[in-house]
């Protein structure tokens, strides 16, 4: 019974998260290496101090135009998954760079709003990919989407110092992997990257123009990030910033990825 009870507030937190902020329009398109006046300097956001970042989207601002987060997370506690499936550009040259630049992949890391209901935060593995083909409704599995590269690993997680929503923000980082393929050519991806924990989780995301600490050369698309869950009834690809957040923020999201530029 007990279980069950958890369960259930479990599933009303998730939805209240996603679906309960008022909306906003976003004017830019494209999250960039921007400071935030009265912010940190850019590029002291801890995963980017002791390593290389190809690209920061920048910090969870609680008091920002629409804060919101949604559901990543394989809850063991709770038997609910879900993967948030967040887009990035890597750009053909890095600017003042001779000619075409490839990313070789070293590290990625995400910001969560965490909980751990009563059983503690321990973020004991991760799963992600970076994929292309990604679109309304295509289904994960099918012909469209191309894994590019694929892993699992132990991450390790330190809080940020910020939170919302009675939950506390936590990095999930990962470092030392590599794509089996090959450095990333220029193009458009999507980063999923699918904690496993015991409580709560979701991705937070950034709705400010400019958001603290965000960096490049690599940038994120705005709404073009899709949520795929079969425990919400999202088999297939669904827009996050209108279908799994209900219109309510969740037009990009913070996140990072690690490694170095080759030629």
């Given at each position: 019974?007990?279980?069950?009870?958890?369960?259930?507030?479990?599933?009303?937190?998730?939805?209240?998260?996603?679906?309960?902020?008022?909306?906003?329009?976003?004017?830019q398109k494209v999250y960039q290496g921007?400071?935030?006046?009265?912010?940190?300097?850019?590029?002291?956001?801890?995963?980017?101090?002791?390593?290389?970042?190809?690209?920061?989207?920048?910090?969870?601002?609680?008091?920002?135009?629409?804060?919101?987060?949604?559901?990543?997370?394989?809850?063991?506690?709770?038997?609910?998954?879900?993967?948030?499936?967040?887009?990035?550009?890597?750009?053909?040259?890095?600017?003042?760079?001779?000619?075409?630049?490839?990313?070789?992949?070293?590290?990625?890391?995400?910001?969560?709003?965490?909980?751990?209901?009563?059983?503690?935060?321990?973020?004991?593995?991760?799963?992600?990919?970076?994929?292309?083909?990604?679109?309304?409704?295509?289904?994960?599995?099918?012909?469209?989407?191309?894994?590019?590269?694929?892993?699992?690993?132990?991450?390790?997680?330190?809080?940020?110092?910020?939170?919302?929503?009675?939950?506390?923000?936590?990095?999930?980082?990962?470092?030392?992997?590599?794509c089996p393929a090959g450095p990333l050519?220029?193009?458009?991806?999507?980063?999923?990257?699918?904690?496993?924990?015991?409580?709560?989780?979701?991705?937070?995301?950034?709705?400010?123009?400019?958001?603290?600490?965000?960096?490049?050369?690599?940038?994120?698309?705005?709404?073009?990030?899709?949520?795929?869950?079969?425990?919400?009834?999202?088999?297939?690809?669904?827009?996050?910033?209108?279908?799994?957040?209900?219109?309510?923020?969740?037009?990009?999201?913070?996140?990072?990825?690690?490694?170095?530029?080759?030629?």
């Amino acid at each position: 019974m007990m279980k069950r009870a958890f369960a259930c507030t479990a599933m009303v937190m998730a939805l209240a998260v996603m679906f309960s902020l008022p909306a906003a329009a976003q004017s830019q398109k494209v999250y960039q290496g921007v400071a935030q006046a009265g912010a940190l300097p850019v590029g002291t956001e801890a995963p980017c101090i002791l390593n290389q970042c190809l690209m920061y989207t920048g910090d969870f601002d609680a008091a920002g135009q629409n804060p919101n987060a949604l559901w990543n997370n394989n809850s063991l506690a709770f038997g609910i998954e879900g993967a948030v499936y967040v887009p990035f550009n890597v750009p053909r040259k890095f600017k003042g760079a001779k000619g075409k630049t490839d990313w070789q992949l070293q590290g990625m890391f995400v910001n969560e709003l965490m909980e751990d209901v009563g059983l503690g935060i321990d973020v004991p593995s991760v799963s992600w990919a970076i994929v292309q083909g990604v679109a309304n409704n295509n289904n994960p599995s099918g012909g469209a989407v191309k894994t590019v590269c694929s892993g699992t690993g132990t991450p390790t997680i330190s809080p940020t110092g910020r939170s919302a929503f009675g939950l506390t923000e936590y990095t999930i980082l990962l470092t030392g992997t590599a794509c089996p393929a090959g450095p990333l050519e220029s193009g458009l991806y999507w980063l999923t990257f699918v904690p496993t924990t015991e409580g709560l989780a979701y991705l937070s995301d950034v709705e400010d123009n400019s958001p603290a600490n965000a960096q490049g050369p690599g940038t994120q698309p705005v709404d073009d990030s899709f949520f795929v869950s079969a425990a919400f009834g999202f088999n297939n690809f669904v827009d996050a910033a209108g279908t799994a957040c209900g219109g309510v923020g969740c037009d990009a999201f913070s996140f990072g990825v690690i490694g170095s530029a080759v030629h």
